[in-house]
């Protein structure tokens, strides 16, 4: 599987961007897409989540309310619309591929990331 995230750049506080993430050769057992961040000295973290079947959505507390998670199945493509944005929002923002598993999700497939900078 591949992915391929496009759509970061530099942005306001208050301003918008839409990330996109295209997946190629995803095999059946690939049933969630997640995007996740990781600022300059901190811990990568989870963002947002969706299943390519089901319309459950799911978002880290931070970003609820701003940021929407969608997906284009006839194109593999998941979207990160992300409103308001903040300065803590600064990161680079990847997204990634899994699999429900008993307790939780496997990750098992990570594009390359997208910058996305937000300045106060």
């Known amino acids: 599987v591949q992915l391929v995230e496009s759509g970061g750049g530099v942005v306001q506080a208050g301003g918008s961007l839409r990330l996109s993430c295209v997946a190629s050769?995803?095999?059946?057992?690939?049933?969630?897409m997640g995007w996740f961040r990781q600022a300059p000295g901190k811990e990568r973290e989870f963002v947002a989540r969706?299943?390519?079947?089901?319309?459950?959505?799911y978002y880290t507390d931070s970003v609820k309310g701003r940021f929407t998670i969608s997906r284009d199945n006839s194109k593999n493509t998941v979207y990160l619309q992300m409103n308001s944005l903040k300065p803590e929002d600064t990161a680079v923002y990847s997204c990634?591929?899994?699999?429900?598993?008993?307790?939780?999700?496997?990750?098992?497939?990570w594009g390359q990331g997208t910058q996305v900078t937000v300045s106060s």
């Open positions: 990634a591929a899994g699999r429900l598993v008993t307790g939780g999700i496997t990750w098992d497939y």
């Open positions: 050769g995803r095999p059946f057992t690939i049933d969630t």
């Open positions: 969706i299943s390519w079947t089901f319309d459950n959505t």
